[in-house]
């Protein structure tokens, strides 16, 4: 399946039905009078987020969405039938913007939530309601109120508890893999990962999810290499972790560059906790990689842990400051094993 993060769409609710004229005829009945019915409502446009969808590739395809008119009166005082509501199913995390692209009209971050955004026209009066006692006979009535339309954008944000940041080549995909059930592609080359990735990593019967997305370069708020947009993603995470390529470009210049983007992007983003994970130590040895620690921490990291995303060297300690930045949920006992208490010292951010 295709991921994409962002769709225009074009929506409009239904109109009301119209409201109908008519006089009653019928034998042996002296005065008929007026038994026009009203219209029935259009059909409201309602969001819905539900589980199991992680893109919005369907609105590329469906891009029109109208939700039916209602019946029109009859006679016999016959109020026409209310239109059903229109539910456009979208995944958690989605944003309804106004089409300025700026304006958040809505913001769907639970499973099962509902919200109306377009109401559907009322219907129409039929000429019954037009009786008075001067006007025994009105031949008036209302054709029902056209039901909103507006283009909107979804932007959809991921939701998840870690989000995961570094350079191209810094070894993202291959740490995801060996600490999740996700299966990110994994080359010798920049820009492996082209699109984010989200994976659920269980810990000390803790459970979490993890997001990576694609690589950050110098100027990436300017659009240099693939730019920032998918750090929308990482918005509503929890604690970041900040993987360094030990044997990349100089570590305390990555980090660097990263904490730059952070803070050109906003959101609250440069204000998040984050974790400084020095990667890749299983190609280097100790000397360098203690010189390096020193560096990072003088560059102004707080605390910094070596680890190796191939073989799971120091896994562990990352993993287990991550669980101190979770809020304590009751955790799933794992099938088997006894169940061990998670560190729960959190670590400051840089």
């Not at 962002?6 to 009301?16: D, E, N, P, T, V």
């Not at 891009?63 to 059903?84: D, L």
């Amino acid at each position: 399946m295709h991921f994409l993060d962002q769709a225009k769409i074009y929506i409009r609710a239904g109109s009301g039905g119209q409201g109908a004229v008519s006089f009653r005829r019928e034998k042996y009945v002296e005065y008929g009078g007026p038994d026009g019915g009203d219209g029935g409502k259009g059909g409201d446009i309602v969001f819905e987020a539900i589980s199991g969808l992680n893109t919005l590739i369907d609105f590329r395809y469906t891009q029109h969405f109208k939700a039916k008119r209602g019946g029109g009166g009859a006679g016999k005082n016959r109020t026409g039938a209310g239109a059903p509501d229109l539910v456009i199913k979208v995944p958690v995390g989605t944003q309804v913007l106004d089409e300025d692209r700026e304006t958040v009209l809505l913001d769907l971050t639970e499973i099962g939530q509902q919200v109306v955004l377009l109401e559907g026209g009322m219907g129409g009066r039929g000429n019954a309601s037009y009786k008075t006692s001067t006007n025994r006979a009105p031949r008036q009535h209302q054709p029902g109120i056209t039901g909103e339309e507006m283009w909107v954008w979804l932007r959809l944000k991921l939701l998840a508890d870690v989000g995961l940041v570094g350079m191209p080549n810094a070894g993202k995909s291959t740490f995801i893999n060996k600490i999740s059930n996700t299966k990110a592609k994994v080359g010798a080359y920049a820009f492996t990962t082209l699109r984010p990735q989200l994976g659920v990593v269980w810990h000390r019967n803790r459970e979490f999810v993890l997001a990576d997305i694609p690589g950050l370069i110098a100027g990436a708020a300017e659009g240099a290499g693939i730019g920032d947009r998918f750090l929308g993603h990482i918005e509503r995470c929890r604690v970041l972790i900040h993987l360094i390529d030990v044997q990349g470009t100089d570590p305390a210049e990555a980090l660097a560059v990263i904490e730059e983007e952070l803070a050109l992007y906003g959101e609250g983003l440069a204000e998040k906790p984050r974790l400084i994970a020095l990667n890749k130590i299983d190609l280097v040895d100790a000397e360098l990689v203690e010189a390096f620690t020193a560096e990072l921490k003088e560059a102004g990291a707080s605390h910094v842990f070596p680890i190796s995303g191939a073989t799971g060297a120091g896994m562990d300690a990352l993993l287990d400051a991550v669980i101190g930045h979770l809020p304590a949920a009751t955790a799933t006992e794992r099938p088997q094993g006894e169940r061990e208490e998670a560190d729960e010292t959190p670590w400051s951010p840089i």
